[in-house]
């Protein structure tokens, strides 16, 4: 997993035991699901004292967040192809290969169980929709600045990532070049009613 | 939750204990996530023996694929408008409201779990899914007979399903009357390319 430390040593200590705990908690929300361990779990299986995860993040919500949002920016960047068409293609292409990936289904479990862990849940899903809506958002807004008439965020998530995501997690066989496509291609067609 | 007990009495015992039965399931897997309850758990919840469970489903997979499939199955039924305009409209409008009901989230859940739950739960997933399609096709073929061009079952799971299940598993809003019709008006919109 690619390091975004921004400590002053970021191939140092602190950036080791982040990429340590990072990853106990990707492979404890895939082998047991978000709510079934604790700090404890995660602490014993970075090989870090409890207290260090308490220092640096707070709480497992806080942690479980980084460890989701780092997923979300470290993975899918936006391109920049100079055109919409273009940028969605890859941007789609990106999203699928991440998410048929080795941490893809476990961070989409991860938003999931934090959609239903209360109060403190909600803020840590709030907190990674909103990075990915900034996301999309940047690539959109660029194209509008271009001339071209994009999409509504919304309807990126609607359209080409929800049917990539419920995919993913039904199970249902990889995303191949030619279904990404066609994702996009439906997305770009401009809408009008049939009836 | 409407019965469809098969039995020669329908309202009698046997009905009475799938129904304790099914609402234990549901309750189960909302509150713990499946694979985190056993057949004894059902069964003490339910006020019935093991035994009983064992006789009649066989497995705990058997069991929740049965719940699964029968919440499918009494609820979102397949409409006859007429039109695969009304049929769609009022189809999306029926999984948009069962979805958000009480059980909706805990059937989500449980077919995702049943999809990394091996291969008895990947069996299990798949009769759901296969319900599903067969409820989908009988739909689109009617369209089809009546000289309209309906879109593929997949089409409908990726642009009306998809969207409405990621927006029940991130507990991101309700869906709107007005959003449902506008995820139909884009469904029944022609594909062309734009680039």
């Known amino acids: ?12 200590r602190s950036a080791r035991v982040r990429a340590a705990v990072h990853g106990a ?4 929300v895939a082998e047991r699901g978000y709510g079934s361990f604790t700090v404890g779990d995660v602490a014993a299986r ?5 207290s260090s995860i308490y220092r640096r993040w707070g709480s497992l919500e806080a942690l479980t967040t980084d460890v989701a949002i780092t997923w979300l920016t470290t993975n899918s960047p936006i391109p920049d192809t100079g055109s919409l068409d273009g940028d969605l293609r ?5 999203v699928a290969r991440d998410i048929g990936g080795p941490d893809g289904l476990a961070v989409l479990r991860l938003v999931i169980a934090l959609s239903q862990a209360g109060t403190a849940g909600t803020e840590a899903r709030d907190r990674f929709l909103a990075e990915r809506g900034r996301q999309l958002q940047e690539m959109l807004d660029r194209a509008r600045t271009r001339g071209e008439d994009p999409p509504e ?3 990126v998530v609607d359209h080409i990532l929800a049917p990539l995501y419920i995919r993913t997690l039904f199970g249902t ?3 191949t070049p030619e279904y990404v496509d066609h994702l996009v291609d439906r ?3 401009p809408v009008s009613r049939t009836s």
């Not at 890859?90 to 990106?94: L, M």
Request: glycine share 14%.
């Open 173 to 175: 066989g990889p995303a």
């Open 153 to 155: 965020a919304p309807e």
């Open 25 to 28: 908690v990707t492979e404890l």
């Open 1 to 12: 997993m690619a390091e975004q430390d921004t400590t002053r040593r970021p191939g140092g």
């Open 187 to 189: 997305l770009l067609t």
């Open 90 to 94: 890859d941007y789609a292409a990106g």
């Open 46 to 50: 970075a090989g870090v004292a409890d």
